[in-house]
């Protein structure tokens, strides 16, 4: 079975501190794994996928295959960063996505 | 360039009531997807298609119905509406290869009563 765990559903940090959103993932085959994003009363959209080892809006995500991990981070939240974030794992044809962490930056 | 287009954003229908949601894309994607939400269940993948005229069941199909006419249109299907499909469907679209993100639409707010 192919599922993705995001343990935290609510996040608070400080403006400024480091923050770090749990992604652990089941897979058998070669993962591809995404973060997405979604702002209030915006549409979900993607922030960040593990196979461009890039860095967006100052997030980052590594795959640890080793620990099936893939968690967000970000070295100094901002207070744009409160949103709601999700975890995807892609196996070919189908997506499985986390239940989300709500992120809540405090000024 | 609209993207993924979703269309009610709302709507209210009765036990029993059948209605269709409609998603449309103009980026010429192959794959396109259903999803429900509920709160704190994030995404259920309800079917999906990898091109027109091929449709396939993700984990929750009961109770939904697609089809795949056009590259652009991924219709969902309610028959007998239940309190249970109360839920926010996204409908996303992909390109071809695996590594290519989703494109979601705004959703669908539906509510049975």
């Known amino acids: 079975a192919q599922r993705v765990t995001q343990p935290e559903k609510l996040l608070s940090v400080f403006k400024g501190a480091p923050v770090e959103l749990k992604c652990n993932y089941s897979?058998?085959?070669?993962?591809?794994l995404f973060w997405y994003v979604q702002y209030s009363r915006q549409r979900l959209q993607l922030l960040l996928r593990h196979i461009s080892r890039e860095s967006i809006k100052g997030f980052t995500a590594d795959l640890n295959k080793g620990e099936t991990s893939f968690h967000l981070k970000k070295p100094f939240a901002q207070e744009e960063d409160s949103a709601m974030y999700y975890c995807a794992l892609n196996t070919g044809n189908q997506f499985y996505f986390g239940t989300g962490t709500s992120l809540t930056v405090i000024p | 360039n609209a993207g993924v287009t979703q269309t009610p954003k709302f709507r209210i229908l009765k036990i029993g009531q059948s209605m269709t949601l409609q998603c449309t894309q103009d980026m010429n994607h192959n794959y396109m997807y259903w999803y429900r939400q509920d709160p704190g269940m994030g995404l259920k993948l309800i079917y999906y298609?990898?091109?027109?005229?091929?449709?396939d069941k993700g984990e929750v199909p009961n109770g939904y119905n697609v089809s795949r006419s056009t590259t652009e249109d991924f219709p969902l299907r309610l028959e007998l509406a239940a309190p249970s499909q109360t839920s926010v469907y996204f409908c996303?679209?992909?390109?071809?290869?695996?590594?290519?993100?989703?494109?979601f639409g705004d959703g669908t707010r539906l509510s049975i009563l």
């Open positions: 298609s990898v091109g027109a005229g091929i449709t």
């Open positions: 897979y058998s085959g070669s993962p591809e």
């Open positions: 996303a679209s992909r390109g071809p290869y695996s590594n290519q993100p989703q494109h």
